[in-house]
C-alpha cells in the first residue's frame, strides 16, 4: 500500500544540524507514535525498487512532507558534509538525550558546551570527555577552519601519517588522543610563512627537510622519521609545483598546493636562484623509511593527494583517472588500475620513462635522436616538431624531408633503426634518374606489358621487391621481382632448367633416350615430361637389360647408366 503523501504528520519534529534523513524520519515516526522502521518501509513503497540512489531520494521525499520541512533542506545539508568521511553522532547533551545521526562531516570533532568528543567513530550515548589539550585544539581547529586552511582531504592525509607512527594502520581515524597532534600540524603546514621557508627554491631539499625535522619537533617532541617521512612525502606535488613555476614549466597547481593554500605564483619567474636546480629524483633519497606494503608505498610516493575522498594510503584500484608523479618528477595521468598492473611488472607507470609518449627536454625525438629532427619535415607533419614526438618506438608515420630536398613518410620507429631517404637509397623511384629504364635498360626490355598493365619500368627500381611479370627473348613468361633480376643476375628460369616447361625443357623433349628408361610404376605420378635434365632428385630407371636402379637426372645426363651392367 502507497503510503499517503498529502499532508504532514501532526507532530513535527525539529530537524537538527546536519542530520541526516535516516535519523529524522526515525525520530519523526516515533514522535507520532509510529514504528522506528516507518521511514524506511515508506520509502521502499514509494520508490518500488531495491536500488539505494531512489530508496534516499524517497526517503527524504517522504520526510521533508511528512514533516513539513523545506524542499531540498536534506540536500543542502548533504552538500556540506564529506562523502569520504563516516556519519557521526550529535552530542547526546545537545540532542536532550535523543540519538541524533548526522552526515559525516569536518566541521567539529568536539562539543565545547558540554566537553565531550564528537568526533566520528562515537557511539549515540558514548560521553567521551575531553582534556585541555584537545579543548585547546578544537578552538585552533575551528580559527583554521573559518579560515579555510584544513580542509577534510588535509586532516585526513595528517591522522593517517600520526597513526602510522602510533602504530596504527592507514586509517583517517580522529580520536582524543591524535587530534592535537593532527591539528598541530595542519596549522604548521597551512602557515604561510612557513611554506615561504620550506618550499624555498634557493635552499636544497636537504636544507628543507632539516626544517621539516625541527618544525616537527618542535610540535610533537620524538616523533622520529615516521611522521617527518609522512609529510615529506605529501608535500612532493607542492616542490615541484614551484620548481614547475620557477622553470616556466606549463602544469597546472597540483590538489596538494590547492589544499595547502600555497600559491605557487608567488616564485613564477623568479631570478633569484642562484644556482642549478637539483635533480628532483633527489628529492626521495631523504626518505628514512618506506612502507611495507607496495601498493600503499607507491601510492604515497607517486600520486598526489586530494584526489578523491580517500586518503593516498587506502587508494583501491579502480578505473578513475589520477595524476601522478614519478620518481624523476614527471607528471602524469593514468588510470589506478594501470598503475596497479605497472607495479605488479616491476614499473612504476610514467609513460615519459618508459620512452611512450614524449616529454620535451627529456625524451623527445629532439633530444635522444637530433640527426632525424634535422630531417624532420616543417610544415607537413600538422604542427607537430621533433621536441614533441619520441624517436625510437614511436610506429605513428610522419613526413620527412632529406637533404637532398626527397618528401615521404615513414615512422621513427624505423627511422631510428637506420632507415634512411628511400629515394636515395634506391628503394623508391625516381623517373628519369633511379628508374630500372635508366639504371638496366636490357633488363627493362624484358619487360611483360602484357601482364604488368599500366605499371612501367621507369616507375619501378632495379632493388625492387614487387613481383612483376617478364618475358624472355625465347618467349617464355615468368614472374619474379626486379631485385631478383639485378642483384643476383637471375634471368629466364625456363632457359636456366630451373624451371620445366612441357615440349620445351622437359627431360622427354631434351633428352628423348634418357626417358625411354624411365621405370614405369616406381616413380608414382612423377613422369619425364615433369622434370628436367639438370635435376638433381633421385628416380628409378629400368635398362635395356631388365635392371631396375636408382640415380639422380642429371648424373643419368652426364652418362651415368645401370650400376649392374657396369659392374659397380
Aim: aromatic share 6%; proline share 6%; with cysteine.
Amino acid at each position: 500500500m502507497v503510503p499517503d503523501m498529502s499532508r504532514a504528520f501532526p507532530v513535527k519534529v525539529r530537524r537538527r544540524h546536519l542530520e541526516t534523513p535516516e535519523s529524522y524520519g526515525r525520530r519523526l515516526a516515533l514522535a507520532n507514535g509510529l514504528p522506528a522502521d516507518s521511514s524506511i518501509k515508506a520509502a521502499r513503497q514509494l520508490a518500488a525498487t531495491s536500488k539505494a540512489a531512489a530508496l534516499r531520494i524517497a526517503l527524504v521525499q517522504w520526510c521533508e512532507i511528512k514533516g513539513d520541512l523545506r524542499n531540498g533542506q536534506f540536500e543542502g545539508q548533504a552538500r556540506r558534509a564529506d562523502e569520504g568521511l563516516p556519519v557521526r553522532s550529535m552530542c547526546h547533551l545537545c540532542a536532550r538525550g535523543e540519538r541524533v545521526e548526522q552526515f559525516g562531516h569536518g566541521e567539529s570533532y568536539a562539543c565545547l558546551r558540554h566537553g565531550v568528543w564528537t568526533g566520528p567513530q562515537t557511539g549515540p550515548h558514548l560521553l567521551i570527555p575531553i582534556d585541555d589539550r584537545v579543548r585547546a585544539a578544537e578552538l585552533r581547529y575551528r580559527r583554521l577552519r573559518r579560515a579555510g586552511r584544513v580542509p577534510n582531504a588535509l586532516v585526513k592525509e595528517l591522522a593517517v601519517i600520526v597513526n602510522r607512527h602510533d602504530g596504527g594502520l592507514a586509517d583517517p581515524k580522529l580520536d582524543t588522543g591524535n587530534y592535537s597532534t593532527v591539528v598541530d600540524l595542519a596549522n604548521l603546514l597551512t602557515n604561510r610563512s612557513f611554506q615561504r621557508t620550506l618550499l624555498n627554491p634557493r635552499r636544497t631539499f636537504a636544507q628543507a627537510r632539516t626544517t621539516l625535522e625541527e618544525a616537527v619537533a618542535a610540535l610533537r617532541p620524538g616523533s622520529g622519521s615516521v611522521v617527518v617521512d609522512g609529510i615529506w612525502r605529501l608535500l612532493r606535488p607542492a616542490f615541484l609545483t614551484v620548481r614547475d613555476a620557477i622553470e616556466n614549466q606549463n602544469h597546472p597547481a597540483s590538489t596538494i598546493c590547492q589544499i595547502l593554500g600555497v600559491a605557487s605564483a608567488h616564485w613564477a619567474g623568479t631570478a633569484e636562484v642562484q644556482r642549478p636546480l637539483e635533480p628532483f629524483g633527489r628529492y626521495l633519497e631523504l626518505l628514512e623509511s618506506s612502507l611495507a606494503e607496495p601498493w600503499s608505498n607507491v601510492c604515497e610516493l607517486t600520486l598526489v593527494a586530494g584526489q578523491s575522498d580517500r586518503p593516498r594510503a587506502a587508494s583501491k584500484q579502480s578505473a578513475e583517472m589520477a595524476t601522478f608523479i614519478c620518481k624523476q618528477g614527471h607528471w602524469h595521468q593514468r588510470t589506478l588500475n594501470t598503475m596497479f598492473s605497472a607495479l605488479k611488472r616491476g614499473r612504476d607507470g610514467c609513460p615519459y620513462c618508459a620512452g611512450v609518449q614524449a616529454l620535451a627536454g627529456f625524451n623527445s625525438m629532439a633530444e635522444t635522436h637530433p640527426s632525424l629532427a634535422r630531417q624532420w619535415h616543417p610544415s607537413l607533419n600538422a604542427g607537430k616538431s621533433p621536441s614533441n614526438v619520441s624517436g625510437a618506438g614511436n610506429s605513428r608515420s610522419y613526413w620527412w624531408i632529406c637533404p637532398s630536398g626527397h618528401e615521404w613518410q615513414a615512422t621513427p620507429n624505423n627511422r631510428a633503426k637506420g632507415r634512411g631517404c628511400p629515394y636515395c637509397s634506391g628503394r623508391r623511384c625516381i623517373p628519369g634518374v633511379t628508374s630500372l629504364d635508366v639504371t638496366h635498360p636490357k633488363i627493362a626490355s624484358e619487360w611483360n606489358h602484357r601482364l604488368n598493365g599500366s605499371l612501367l619500368p621507369s616507375e619501378v627500381t632495379a632493388g625492387s621487391s614487387l613481383k612483376v611479370d617478364w618475358i624472355c627473348p625465347k618467349g617464355h613468361e615468368y614472374r619474379t621481382a626486379p631485385g631478383a633480376r639485378t642483384g643476383n643476375g637471375r634471368g629466364c628460369p625456363v632457359c636456366a632448367n630451373l624451371s620445366v616447361r612441357k615440349g620445351v625443357n622437359d627431360l622427354a623433349t631434351s633428352h628423348p633416350h634418357l626417358a625411354a628408361q624411365w621405370h614405369p610404376s616406381l616413380n608414382g605420378a612423377v613422369t619425364p615430361e615433369s622434370v628436367v635434365a639438370g635435376s638433381g632428385t633421385k628416380y628409378y630407371w629400368h635398362c635395356p637389360a631388365g635392371h631396375a636402379y636408382l640415380s639422380a637426372v642429371y648424373s643419368r645426363k652426364n652418362g651415368r647408366g645401370c650400376p649392374a651392367c657396369a659392374g659397380r
